[in-house]
């Protein structure tokens, strides 16, 4: 069981080649000790973004703060404050916050996935060791 509030877990820079003004917050993660699912929360600054990439699992998104696009392959899909994204495996995508003030979204993915894919933790946008997860 974990409880706590979000701003007790550390908010980190992605220091990911392709991503600019973006931070993140592994709210729920194999640390905590959860067997399935990740949360993760990310704050994107004005004129900010995720880096553009695809792996093999999927992304649930919440959106809670801002405004931005969810950048594919078939253009920019807009979206705002309390839409929900699914992002299928394998789609190429990246986040970017459009608006004025800070972008914020949840972000799940399944560790089941990761764990197929390497048999150690992987960073969720590219090759590399995640910080927390």
């Given at each position: 069981?974990?409880?706590?509030?979000?701003?007790?877990?550390?908010?980190?820079?992605?220091?990911?080649?392709?991503?600019?003004?973006?931070?993140?917050?592994?709210?729920?993660?194999?640390?905590?000790?959860?067997?399935?699912f990740a949360m993760r929360l990310f704050e994107?600054?004005?004129?900010?973004?995720?880096?553009?990439?695809?792996?093999?699992?999927?992304?649930?998104?919440?959106?809670?703060?801002?405004?931005?696009?969810?950048?594919?392959?078939?253009?920019?899909?807009?979206?705002?404050?309390?839409?929900?994204?699914?992002?299928?495996?394998?789609?190429?995508?990246?986040?970017?916050?459009?608006?004025?003030?800070?972008?914020?979204?949840?972000?799940?993915?399944?560790?089941?996935?990761?764990?197929?894919?390497?048999?150690?933790?992987?960073?969720?946008?590219?090759?590399?060791?995640?910080?927390?997860?």
């Amino acid at each position: 069981m974990k409880h706590t509030h979000y701003t007790d877990i550390p908010l980190e820079e992605v220091a990911i080649d392709g991503a600019r003004k973006t931070k993140m917050r592994w709210l729920v993660s194999q640390k905590d000790g959860a067997p399935n699912f990740a949360m993760r929360l990310f704050e994107v600054e004005p004129g900010g973004f995720t880096p553009y990439h695809s792996h093999s699992w999927e992304h649930e998104n919440f959106i809670l703060e801002g405004k931005g696009a969810l950048v594919t392959e078939d253009g920019d899909i807009p979206f705002k404050p309390g839409d929900v994204i699914y992002v299928e495996p394998h789609m190429k995508h990246n986040y970017k916050n459009t608006g004025d003030k800070v972008l914020k979204f949840l972000c799940i993915i399944t560790l089941e996935k990761l764990r197929k894919v390497e048999k150690k933790t992987v960073n969720p946008f590219a090759t590399g060791t995640a910080n927390n997860c």
